[in-house]
């Protein structure tokens, strides 16, 4: 038994801003749990933009890709129900003491959910002191339903942190320039 992932990755344009998309299916068997957990990056938020140049898909299908904001919608697919919790892991700034976890959207039963999260805008990681986002954990539980199996789709999209500019670089040029104009 256990929970079986099927992710499907896309990049793209969102609101004329790149974006990355990510599908995954979960089948989840009556009777149990799954959850699906987002690496984000050693630290996701503005902050820690330019570290972790990785995108790269983990073992158990999620990306550890460093984001700006994140929305997220979760499906019931054939008409059921589940519950689902979602909350962030903290590490915190001091060494030695252990992860916390904070809930970012609490336990509900419902055919569709939907939820976006703007780490620079959170309370808890917005002192240059403050613990860092480590992950995101999507609890989906059917531990209720003893014979009924769910399938549940989750779709997460990830707007990109902006790349932390040189102050001593040149601005970047305004738009195309007109025909016959001087080079830069």
């Not at 001091?94 to 419902?110: I, N």
Request: proline share 10%.
């Amino acid at each position: 038994f256990g929970c079986k992932r099927a992710p499907f990755l896309v990049r793209g344009l969102a609101g004329g801003m790149a974006a990355f998309a990510e599908r995954i299916v979960l089948e989840i068997p009556a009777g149990e749990r799954c959850t699906h957990r987002l690496r984000c990056g050693g630290g996701a938020g503005a902050a820690e933009a330019g570290g972790g140049n990785g995108d790269t898909l983990t073992a158990d299908g999620a990306a550890d890709l460093p984001f700006a904001s994140l929305d997220w919608t979760a499906v019931v697919l054939h008409d059921k129900t589940v519950d689902l919790e979602v909350q962030m892991i903290l590490r915190p700034h001091v060494e030695g003491e252990d992860p916390s976890m904070e809930p970012l959207q609490a336990r509900s039963c419902a055919r569709h959910f939907s939820g976006s999260f703007v780490p620079a805008m959170h309370a808890r990681l917005q002192d240059s002191g403050a613990a860092k986002l480590e992950e995101l954990v999507f609890e989906f539980d059917n531990s209720y339903s003893w014979w009924t199996p769910k399938t549940v789709e989750l779709v997460l999209l990830r707007t990109p942190a902006e790349p932390e500019r040189d102050p001593r670089a040149p601005p970047p040029l305004a738009g195309p320039a007109r025909p016959g104009s001087p080079p830069p």
